[in-house]
């Protein structure tokens, strides 16, 4: 019996033995549960050989690293789809379920998205984590089993309203519950510590003790037999339910305990505008590190048996600032847990740690209030207080009287733990996630440690799990590139650029209009579907589609939809090709600004939809709930990508990158990876506009004038002021103050107004160049092949390269 027969025939005995069903009479929720199943126990087995083989390499040749990945998001979408693609059963499952009446892609439509993350961050981490199964090493993921994801976006009334993202129920099926192998974490209590002649000693009276029980998710590498691990941490109270207050009367203190445990691992990110809510994410951050550090260390030592080799057999990288913890952590766990010197367990904790930093907005780069930190977790706030006065010392080695420099890259400063320092301080190396990015961290916010470390400094632009971008998410474009170039580039991302050859040959060209219009027809349907709007899909696709936030300068956008309105009212008959707007944001709940300009586009929307005639050639869609698997349908269906943040402000995007490996032609400032996209595909086919990073921080410091701006431009002024005015009976006076009048120290902060002219002239060009059909799709297959450099494969090979200096196994 060959595996695919033998796998289902197991599906179909599960659905008899244990949903007490037959395929003709299942639902597509108990088929979904079924399949979900018995892949996830393939993968299961699969992992087991790969544990076994990965560590009896380790044993023999001490060659290659294991890399543990820690991130507070994994957001990993939906699993079935990618399971069935890379155990290469999807053809002959899809075919299977065709023969019993049911699509494959209604079966895949009932597993919900995991509610394991937010936005880029955590896709990346997704990303990364199914290149290094593709990749072969020796990978393990850490973060937190949230109950609820971020939350589910209704939007009413054009108002954004958060509601519970239950993922559990549907989604639970990948996790498997590992009871059997917990760990414990310390919080609170009362802390003293001393010196004596025989050295240092401390106590720890009453302290909180939380169970960490992992969940192990499974990601399948594609073309191979290895598996990844994702560990998920879930919170509760090893003591369980309180029997002795329940049989007391009292009922609500029985359950209070175990909910205050539970709590870290209820939802992810709860909110940080309270007290209540910042002490959470503390928590659901300290409790991450030290499950995870615990871990670590355990397996390292049933391996090896001494911690002399820690930082030589592992890497430890953080995701952002989140898991900074980790160093102080892994120092207790060394020196308290092991008896190690200080010496001799930070030499392995800088030897095994690195950063990745993901943005430079000062309130990104987390700072803990030192009374918070210290009575959260005493032990590690001594620690971090010793780390923070070693290194005051270093640096005034480096840089003898200079106050300031020391002052700043300290860890404890004007009463906070700044979290990015402490990174930065413990890692024996610090990436960011774009060329720009990078050379901003050495020439800006981390100016001072470059100095005095430059070697510690390097640059891994960011890339995506292609197979899951193209392969699976557009398979008739990927079967194009088959038929050109073969089905090599599915797992040799370098090979994608093959394809680049064909830009001119009309009949691949002539193929790839149509694909694109069949997914654009195809997503137009899924809208009508879930939200009942009807898009016209021989309209240009113009998306952006990316958290909301002022940097990413979504309003920039709407104020040129506004101008394009109001041309449209001076002259309703103007000929011009029917344009789609779609907009795919999540505003952080507390994120007033934010969420007024999600309003804002959807009370355009709602304005233009009243008059008929203008509809039919303006319409602007806010597309409820992004989600990956959302996303999934998405970025096919582009033709014009939206990238348009402030010059210095965004890391890198990967937004931009699943739009140009589906054909889009890029928009946008030189900021983050659109200067690589530039630079792979050549300045004729991205379209650019915006001050450079330079001349932003030239306006800045010259004193920027946004009012001026507004004044001699009556295009903009026009647009400005009908915000004032509003759109459907809703004004918008507060998002013109924001432009106009200073709040803070700036008015317009993020430059909305300086780019605006030059943004229209570019849109002018990137439409002119899209009724020239020979023209744009030469572009759409230069950047489908040109997307090569933006691999994950490509940035985990630069990771175990420059960072990690190990390889796959």
């Given at each position: 019996?060959?595996?695919?027969?033998?796998?289902?025939?197991?599906?179909?005995?599960?659905?008899?033995?244990?949903?007490?069903?037959?395929?003709?009479?299942?639902?597509?929720?108990?088929?979904?549960?079924?399949?979900?199943?018995?892949?996830?126990?393939?993968?299961?087995?699969?992992?087991?050989?790969?544990?076994?083989?990965?560590?009896?390499?380790?044993?023999?040749?001490?060659?290659?690293?294991?890399?543990?990945?820690?991130?507070?998001?994994?957001?990993?979408?939906?699993?079935?789809?990618?399971?069935?693609?890379?155990?290469?059963?999807?053809?002959?499952?899809?075919?299977?379920?065709?023969?019993?009446?049911?699509?494959?892609?209604?079966?895949?439509?009932?597993?919900?998205?995991?509610?394991?993350?937010?936005?880029?961050?955590?896709?990346?981490?997704?990303?990364?984590?199914?290149?290094?199964?593709?990749?072969?090493?020796?990978?393990?993921?850490?973060?937190?089993?949230?109950?609820?994801?971020?939350?589910?976006?209704?939007?009413?009334?054009?108002?954004?309203?958060?509601?519970?993202?239950?993922?559990?129920?549907?989604?639970?099926?990948?996790?498997?519950?590992?009871?059997?192998?917990?760990?414990?974490?310390?919080?609170?209590?009362?802390?003293?510590?001393?010196?004596?002649?025989?050295?240092?000693?401390?106590?720890?009276?009453?302290?909180?003790?939380?169970?960490?029980?992992?969940?192990?998710?499974?990601?399948?590498?594609?073309?191979?037999?290895?598996?990844?691990?994702?560990?998920?941490?879930?919170?509760?109270?090893?003591?369980?339910?309180?029997?002795?207050?329940?049989?007391?009367?009292?009922?609500?203190?029985?359950?209070?305990?175990?909910?205050?445990?539970?709590?870290?691992?209820?939802?992810?990110?709860?909110?940080?505008?309270?007290?209540?809510?910042?002490?959470?994410?503390?928590?659901?951050?300290?409790?991450?590190?030290?499950?995870?550090?615990?871990?670590?260390?355990?397996?390292?030592?049933?391996?090896?048996?001494?911690?002399?080799?820690?930082?030589?057999?592992?890497?430890?990288?953080?995701?952002?600032?989140?898991?900074?913890?980790?160093?102080?952590?892994?120092?207790?766990?060394?020196?308290?847990?092991?008896?190690?010197?200080?010496?001799?367990?930070?030499?392995?904790?800088?030897?095994?740690?690195?950063?990745?930093?993901?943005?430079?907005?000062?309130?990104?780069?987390?700072?803990?209030?030192?009374?918070?930190?210290?009575?959260?977790?005493?032990?590690?706030?001594?620690?971090?207080?010793?780390?923070?006065?070693?290194?005051?010392?270093?640096?005034?080695?480096?840089?003898?009287?200079?106050?300031?420099?020391?002052?700043?890259?300290?860890?404890?400063?004007?009463?906070?733990?700044?979290?990015?320092?402490?990174?930065?301080?413990?890692?024996?190396?610090?990436?960011?996630?774009?060329?720009?990015?990078?050379?901003?961290?050495?020439?800006?916010?981390?100016?001072?440690?470059?100095?005095?470390?430059?070697?510690?400094?390097?640059?891994?632009?960011?890339?995506?799990?292609?197979?899951?971008?193209?392969?699976?998410?557009?398979p008739e474009l990927a079967a194009l590139i088959d038929e050109c170039i073969g089905t090599g580039y599915r797992t040799d991302d370098r090979r994608l650029e093959d394809f680049f050859r064909y830009r001119e040959d009309a009949a691949v060209c002539q193929r790839l209009e149509q694909i694109k219009r069949d997914n654009k027809a195809r997503f137009a349907d899924k809208v009508k579907k879930a939200s009942g709007v009807a898009i016209d899909p021989d309209s240009i696709?113009?998306?952006?589609?990316?958290?909301?936030?002022?940097?990413?300068?979504?309003?920039?956008?709407?104020?040129?939809?506004?101008?394009?309105?109001?041309?449209?009212?001076?002259?309703?008959?103007?000929?011009?090709?029917?344009?789609?707007?779609?907009?795919?944001?999540?505003?952080?709940?507390?994120?007033?600004?934010?969420?007024?300009?999600?309003?804002?586009?959807?009370?355009?929307?709602?304005?233009?939809?009243?008059?008929?005639?203008?509809?039919?050639?303006?319409?602007?869609?806010?597309?409820?709930?992004?989600?990956?698997?959302?996303?999934?349908?998405?970025?096919?269906?582009?033709?014009?990508?939206?990238?348009?943040?402030?010059?210095?402000?965004?890391?890198?995007?990967?937004?931009?990158?699943?739009?140009?490996?589906?054909?889009?032609?890029?928009?946008?400032?030189?900021?983050?990876?659109?200067?690589?996209?530039?630079?792979?595909?050549?300045?004729?086919?991205?379209?650019?506009?915006?001050?450079?990073?330079?001349?932003?921080?030239?306006?800045?410091?010259?004193?920027?004038?946004?009012?001026?701006?507004?004044?001699?431009?009556?295009?903009?002024?026009?647009?400005?002021?009908?915000?004032?005015?509003?759109?459907?009976?809703?004004?918008?006076?507060?998002?013109?103050?924001?432009?106009?009048?200073?709040?803070?120290?700036?008015?317009?902060?993020?430059?909305?107004?300086?780019?605006?002219?030059?943004?229209?002239?570019?849109?002018?060009?990137?439409?002119?160049?899209?009724?020239?059909?020979?023209?744009?799709?030469?572009?759409?297959?230069?950047?489908?092949?040109?997307?090569?450099?933006?691999?994950?494969?490509?940035?985990?090979?630069?990771?175990?390269?420059?960072?990690?200096?190990?390889?796959?196994?």
């Open positions: 019996m060959d595996k695919n027969t033998q796998l289902i025939n197991e599906f179909t005995d599960y659905l008899e033995e244990s949903l007490h069903t037959s395929i003709e009479e299942a639902s597509p929720q108990q088929i979904y549960k079924a399949a979900a199943r018995i892949v996830n126990s393939k993968l299961q087995e699969r992992y087991k050989e790969f544990w076994k083989k990965k560590n009896r390499i380790e044993k023999e040749t001490h060659g290659k690293k294991k890399i543990y990945y820690i991130s507070m998001e994994f957001l990993m979408g939906q699993s079935l789809k990618n399971a069935l693609y890379c155990l290469g059963v999807m053809d002959e499952v899809r075919a299977f379920f065709k023969s019993k009446g049911f699509e494959l892609e209604d079966i895949l439509e009932c597993e919900p998205d995991a509610g394991l993350g937010n936005g880029g961050l955590g896709r990346l981490a997704a990303c990364y984590l199914s290149a290094m199964a593709t990749g072969s090493y020796d990978a393990t993921g850490f973060s937190l089993r949230y109950e609820y994801g971020l939350f589910k976006q209704k939007i009413e009334d054009g108002w954004q309203v958060e509601l519970p993202d239950n993922w559990i129920p549907g989604g639970g099926v990948w996790l498997n519950k590992r009871d059997d192998d917990p760990f414990f974490v310390t919080f609170y209590g009362r802390y003293n510590e001393w010196w004596d002649e025989t050295g240092f000693h401390f106590s720890l009276d009453e302290p909180q003790v939380v169970e960490a029980i992992p969940y192990d998710m499974y990601v399948p590498g594609a073309g191979n037999d290895a598996v990844e691990k994702l560990r998920l941490w879930r919170a509760i109270d090893p003591e369980g339910f309180d029997m002795e207050s329940f049989n007391s009367g009292d009922f609500t203190r029985a359950a209070q305990k175990n909910n205050r445990a539970e709590a870290i691992t209820k939802v992810l990110y709860p909110p940080d505008n309270i007290e209540e809510g910042k002490e959470l994410r503390l928590k659901q951050q300290y409790f991450m590190v030290s499950a995870s550090c615990q871990n670590i260390i355990r397996d390292h030592l049933q391996i090896h048996g001494t911690l002399d080799n820690f930082h030589l057999q592992n890497v430890i990288h953080i995701n952002d600032t989140h898991p900074a913890l980790c160093i102080p952590e892994l120092m207790r766990i060394f020196m308290d847990e092991h008896g190690c010197s200080w010496d001799y367990a930070w030499e392995r904790v800088v030897g095994s740690v690195s950063y990745t930093n993901h943005t430079i907005l000062a309130e990104a780069l987390e700072k803990w209030k030192t009374s918070q930190v210290q009575a959260l977790m005493p032990r590690v706030f001594s620690i971090i207080s010793e780390i923070d006065r070693r290194f005051r010392d270093y640096m005034y080695d480096k840089f003898p009287g200079d106050d300031g420099k020391v002052d700043y890259t300290a860890v404890l400063g004007n009463g906070q733990v700044r979290m990015a320092n402490m990174a930065v301080i413990g890692s024996h190396k610090v990436n960011g996630v774009s060329a720009l990015h990078s050379q901003i961290l050495k020439d800006d916010l981390f100016h001072d440690y470059f100095l005095a470390q430059p070697d510690k400094f390097t640059n891994v632009t960011n890339g995506i799990a292609y197979r899951r971008w193209l392969c699976q998410a557009n696709f113009i998306v952006q589609a990316k958290r909301l936030h002022e940097y990413k300068r979504q309003l920039l956008n709407a104020l040129r939809i506004i101008s394009r309105y109001q041309m449209l009212l001076d002259n309703p008959d103007m000929e011009m090709r029917p344009e789609t707007y779609l907009f795919a944001a999540k505003a952080a709940p507390s994120y007033f600004l934010a969420k007024r300009v999600i309003q804002l586009i959807c009370k355009i929307s709602q304005e233009i939809e009243q008059n008929p005639k203008i509809a039919s050639k303006l319409k602007v869609v806010f597309l409820e709930n992004y989600s990956v698997s959302m996303a999934e349908s998405l970025m096919p269906a582009t033709e014009i990508s939206e990238q348009i943040s402030l010059a210095g402000k965004e890391a890198s995007g990967t937004g931009n990158m699943k739009m140009m490996i589906n054909g889009a032609v890029t928009i946008g400032t030189l900021d983050g990876a659109n200067v690589e996209i530039r630079e792979a595909v050549g300045p004729d086919s991205i379209f650019i506009f915006g001050k450079r990073e330079n001349e932003v921080r030239k306006a800045l410091q010259e004193g920027y004038n946004a009012y001026e701006i507004y004044e001699n431009d009556p295009v903009l002024k026009r647009a400005v002021d009908r915000l004032g005015d509003g759109f459907a009976g809703k004004d918008f006076h507060e998002l013109k103050a924001y432009l106009l009048k200073p709040s803070y120290s700036i008015a317009d902060p993020y430059m909305c107004l300086l780019d605006f002219a030059d943004y229209l002239r570019a849109h002018d060009e990137i439409q002119a160049a899209y009724e020239d059909r020979k023209r744009w799709n030469t572009m759409s297959v230069e950047n489908i092949a040109k997307a090569a450099r933006f691999a994950a494969d490509r940035s985990i090979r630069d990771y175990a390269d420059r960072i990690w200096n190990t390889g796959n196994i």
